[in-house]
């Protein structure tokens, strides 16, 4: 692949961590955003001179400034990726979490995707090139769920938002690629708290899940399953009467 730019919302652990390490190692320029400023720093010390780091909460809704900062401090921006979110079952249905997992997922995302769209429509023309921008979405998105209702509701947002703009970009002849990535389980400590340890199968480790995802973004694929199996569950899930999964 082609040395590019990638600026990854989310990437101090987990999915966007893992995207952070698979970039490095092709040799690309990565600048990564979280809260955790420990994390930050580790990735920062493994390559000083290709790793950029913003201790930030997306919550803060500040995303356009911060893309300007990476802008600055890179170059140019190829690729965006945003992976950054919460969830976690909330059986009790307490107000706190259920809010909490809103401001991240829905809000801190649109604020993140806005910011990145505007980036490209603004600099493409300028810098030529593609650009991509790829939001972590999930196969929570297409049921409610009683365990966890907001996180799920807020991954069909997160695919809906994202389907938007990718309308968008093909009706204003952007050359911009927007990908929908649609994860199973994958092996990081949010899975755990969603999921919960005994209802996982299939789960894919969080390296195999960056290089599917990777892949994805370089095909420029719409939507991609990680792994390609749960697209299976998708369709079984979008077909399944509501009498059956009530009961599940
Ligand atoms: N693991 C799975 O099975 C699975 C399945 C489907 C979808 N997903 C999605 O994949 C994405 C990554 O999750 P993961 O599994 O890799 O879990 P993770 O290890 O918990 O990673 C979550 C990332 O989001 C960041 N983040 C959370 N809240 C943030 C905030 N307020 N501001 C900025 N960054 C924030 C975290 O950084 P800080 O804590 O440092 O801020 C961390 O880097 C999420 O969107 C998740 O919904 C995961």
Known sequence: MEKKNIFII???????????????????????????????????????????????????????????????????????????????INASLNAGPELDTVKTNVLGFTDAAIAAYNYFERNLPKYGGQGALAGISSIASFRGSDLAPSYYASKAYVSNYLEGLRKKALKNKLNLKVCTIIPGFVDTAMAKGVGGKEGLFWVAPADKAARQIARAIAKNNAVTYITKRWRLIAWILKVLPDFVYNKI
């Open 10 to 88: 989310g990437g101090t652990s987990g999915i966007g961590r893992a995207l952070a390490e698979y970039y490095l190692d092709l040799g690309c320029v990565v600048g990564v955003s979280g809260r955790r400023q420990a994390l930050l720093d580790e990735l920062k010390r493994v390559n000083p001179t290709r790793v950029f780091t913003y201790a930030s909460d997306i919550k803060a809704l500040a995303c356009a400034d911060l893309i300007k900062s990476v802008h600055e401090d890179m170059g140019k921006i190829d690729i965006i990726i945003i992976c950054s979110g919460i969830g976690e």
